[in-house]
């Protein structure tokens, strides 16, 4: 939902005020911000990696056995029944609505809404490109939980955690290249 807020705000900015904003200058330093926090996710993917201790569990319910992971801090005393530790659930959405409103592809995305005759017709492109959005991140989460899901089945908590590593590298490979180009 966050990358659509963002592409939607950006989309309204260039509907509503198209020759006062300087959308290339917003757009442009939003870029930048994006890639220094897609490096700090990175650092913070790396940390969260090797700091947690994934285990699973195999219990059964109604005849059918399967396995739940978990995943703790190892510093922590954090046992299963207890308070669950303090998220921060907030922040992949205050980074959705950053990357949204990061020019580069979601600008040319909503450029088209410019062409459009009329409010009404610019409105809806633009509210279709951020359901487009919400579709294309929901699809890419829910693979990649799969794929967490299988790799800690399959392979136990060393699987699961190179997953991890691997997913902390490319946020921050992604974020160097983003600022570089």
């Not at 951020?130 to 294309?136: D, I, Q, R």
């Not at 790799?151 to 902390?168: D, I, K, N, P, T």
Request: proline share 2%.
């Amino acid at each position: 939902m966050g990358h659509s807020v963002g592409v939607l705000a950006l989309g309204a900015l260039s509907l509503v005020f198209r020759e006062v904003i300087p959308i290339d200058l917003i757009s442009s330093w939003s870029e930048r911000i994006v890639g220094v926090v897609l490096i700090a996710i990175g650092f913070w993917g790396l940390r969260k990696a090797f700091q947690n201790r994934v285990h699973s569990h195999a219990h059964t319910h109604d005849g059918s056995t399967h396995v739940h992971i978990h995943v703790h801090d190892k510093q922590s005393s954090h046992s299963h029944g207890e308070g669950a530790p303090h998220k921060h659930d907030h922040a992949a959405f205050a980074i959705g609505v950053l990357h949204g409103s990061a020019g580069g592809a979601h600008f040319l995305g909503v450029l088209p809404a410019l062409a459009f005759p009329t409010l009404l017709q610019a409105t809806a492109y633009v509210a279709s490109y951020a359901v487009g959005t919400v579709a294309a991140m929901t699809g890419f989460s829910w693979g990649l939980g799969r794929l967490a899901g299988f790799c800690s089945v399959r392979g136990g908590g060393a699987a699961y955690q190179g997953l991890a590593v691997l997913c902390a590298l490319f946020a921050l490979g992604t974020g160097v290249a983003w600022l570089i180009l």
